[in-house]
């Protein structure tokens, strides 16, 4: 897809974000939305800053990431404005001129001090839902997040506008690209730190830019589920590797994982097979009106029949469910909502008017308890992990007569298998956003 292709979809998503902000503020009684970029942060006694990371609802209305002290404010019935700071500095490069498919869609005021904004904000700040971290406070525009706003709005950012939908496949074209990239360095023998410097490369994206750190892990260490190390040296010999790394798009972000046998290995390399299957039925799952907790649950039944099937468990997958046997194997969470964030808003919500769905009891890792619907994007990451800490548990419950302990001896040395993708909730058939890119890598 090409800029021209966003800039035939942005101007209703713009129409969409208008729409809602309107209900927002009349949910909570104000007359302007005013949404702060962010500001840059100093390390403790020190002079250098944090990296910057845009609010994700500043970037809901602009694909702009790297603008700090920029502002959006919407009053309903007008056009858009940002406030867009470009300073004059010349130690540090600044932001373009506002440029894009968006500059058509907005008044544009430009700012050369962050104090500037001050008398381009609405008059009377009281009359503002002000939605931002404190340390955005400008003059009396102190971030206040009123929870009817955000309630709504974060709710109706689980439904991806067109526009959304095709810079979240951006994301999978430039997160599948690295993905290629790592398996090819995994092949020739790389360290966990070659194969994310490979697929830096190739996505063309640096820690700063990527939407969660890299996870890569070789043999035992895909056995820790956020293992962000990164090893100089390869392990001798190699036996598997995960990869769990994304790439962003205009602020948009994907979250993939993979995991690979090294040849010979064949066994693992089965049951990858099988997880990989067992993973695109779960991901045929996403259909409007099923419940999302349920999909974890026929996960982890569909994982344990697995782990039985090649000799690891011994009792039935609904007994080992029963007793938490299978949240020693599989102890997070089936995926999460995603798009401007990784982890994105609202997993938990029950309404746009607030309100929490609980996780099912025995599942506490589990970020997503709402019904799918129509226009929601969620990851589908099933994993089997063999986990020292979480079996010595099942046996200190007295389950170990469960499992297949010289099983788990002959797999603990390649850690785990997860495989993550993403997929599109529609009023038909699951759309899988992930696939289609690895089938024309
Ligand atoms: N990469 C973090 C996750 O899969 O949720
Ligand atoms: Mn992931
Ligand atoms: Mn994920």
Redesign the pocket.
Known sequence: MNQTDFAALYSQHVRVLCQRADEALARGGFDHLVIPSGTLYYQAFDDRDYPYAVNPNFKAWLPLTKVPNSWVVYTPGQRPKVIFHQPFDYWHVVPDAPNGWWVAHFDIEIIRTADEALALLPRDASRCAILGEPQSALGGFVPNNPEPVIHYLDWHRAYKTPYEIALMREAQRLGVRGHRAAEAAFRAGASEFEIHMAYCRAVGQDANELP?GN?IGLNEHAAVL?YTDLGRTPPQPLRSFLI???ASAFGYAS?I?RTYAAGGHDEFQAMIEAVDVAQQQMGAGVRAGVDYKQLHVDAHLSLMGILKDFGVLKVSPEAALATGVSAAFFP?GL??LIGLQ??DVAGFAASDKGGRVERPEGHPYL?LTRSLEPGMVV?I?PGVYFIDMLLDEVKQRGHADSIDWTRVDFFRPYGGI?I?DEVLCTEGDADNLTRPEFAKA
Request: no cysteine; glycine share 12%; charged share 35%.
């Open positions: 969660y996870i956020h769990d790394a994304g979250d994982t997070h995926g999460h990784v982890h970020r990851t990451e997860r993550e």
